[in-house]
């Protein structure tokens, strides 16, 4: 395993926390262009990769990607081709440049969605939760209803023009699934819930560098059997990214949890990483906010991630990786 975090695009302390906790590689958004805005230039990236280099990190995956998270190509407008060559373009220059994995996902107009941030947990710590019985009445977006047909034939489209240019250039691109992985939310389906609907996915458009970002934490609100599922894509060689959290609850209700409190047996998942060989980048994901800490990003402070990071080097080390 590849120990790794999901850092800003610029020098920052968390940069430092994460190598002091053991992270060797770095999950990055995109960096900010001379205009100010998000870019996937060439140049760009190769400032990027070389500061996280001469820092002693070295740059796995680019998460999540291009502004908006290419809505306009989910949803289909008449803007999707022009997402989709910018996704090209970003796929040409991460392959150039050796950085090796692209993390996408297919929720469209919005990204992550909880009714909470600031739900109690062991000792007070903050997390984030969701119950779908408060999103019922929520409004329709101005994207009005989107079915799950319009959304299989807007990834089947995507990937036909996208997989072959990760091909040429040797991008893995890591589908991560839908959170939370509900049938709906605000009238906008979501489609890629399940372990079957990430593999319908990759069926779609087979090929060596179409896989998945297992993400643990939105798999086991699903009701999946994490260690099972891990060993299942595992020897095909299809998981190419993990997201190391855990839950308690299911897909409509659910909390996230500190990672050694969850319903996952995080032991045996990382027994099953070792079982199937996966050597790839590993990040820790959504972890609580501390006393003390502001909550202003929750999910992503800066105590809990120390407690993850050491907790699964743990676990590393108890495998035998």
Not at 8 to 24: D, E, V, Y
Not at 56 to 71: N, S
Not at 244 to 253: H, I, M, P, S
Request: hydrophobic share 40%.
């Amino acid at each position: 395993m590849k120990i790794s975090d999901i850092l800003p695009p610029f020098r920052h302390r968390l940069w430092t926390i994460a190598k002091q906790g053991g992270a060797t590689h770095a999950v990055s958004r995109l960096p900010l262009g001379a205009d100010g805005k998000i870019s996937w230039e060439y140049l760009d990236l190769l400032h990027l990769k070389e500061s996280y280099q001469n820092f002693g990190l070295q740059l796995e995956v680019i998460e999540p990607g291009l502004d908006g998270q290419m809505h306009d190509m989910k949803l289909g407008t008449d803007k999707r081709d022009l997402d989709i060559e910018h996704c090209k373009q970003l796929i040409r220059n991460m392959g150039t440049l050796g950085i090796p994995v692209f993390c996408y996902n297919f929720m469209a107009k919005f990204n992550w969605v909880r009714t909470s941030t600031t739900t109690p947990t062991r000792g007070g710590a903050l997390v984030t939760s969701y119950d779908h019985s408060l999103m019922e009445h929520a409004p329709l977006t101005d994207a009005g209803i989107v079915t799950a047909d319009t959304l299989w034939e807007n990834i089947k489209y995507f990937l036909e023009a996208v997989v072959p240019v990760a091909e040429e250039y040797k991008v893995k691109l890591a589908l991560h699934p839908d959170d939370p992985p509900v049938a709906s939310i605000r009238g906008i389906s979501r489609i890629v819930t399940s372990a079957a609907a990430l593999q319908k996915v990759l069926d779609m458009v087979p090929s060596p560098y179409s896989g998945i970002t297992l993400c643990q934490g939105t798999l086991a609100a699903a009701g999946e059997d994490i260690p099972a599922i891990i060993r299942e894509f595992g020897h095909k060689k299809k998981i190419f990214f993990v997201h190391f959290r855990d839950v308690k609850g299911t897909a409509e209700r659910f909390t996230e949890t500190f990672h050694d409190d969850g319903q996952t047996n995080m032991l045996e998942a990382v027994k099953a990483y070792r079982e199937v060989g996966f050597d790839g980048p590993v990040r820790i994901d959504h972890a609580p906010t501390l006393e003390g800490e502001d909550n202003k990003d929750p999910g992503y402070a800066e105590m809990g991630r120390l407690f993850a990071l050491g907790y699964l080097r743990g676990l590393m080390d108890h495998a035998g990786y």
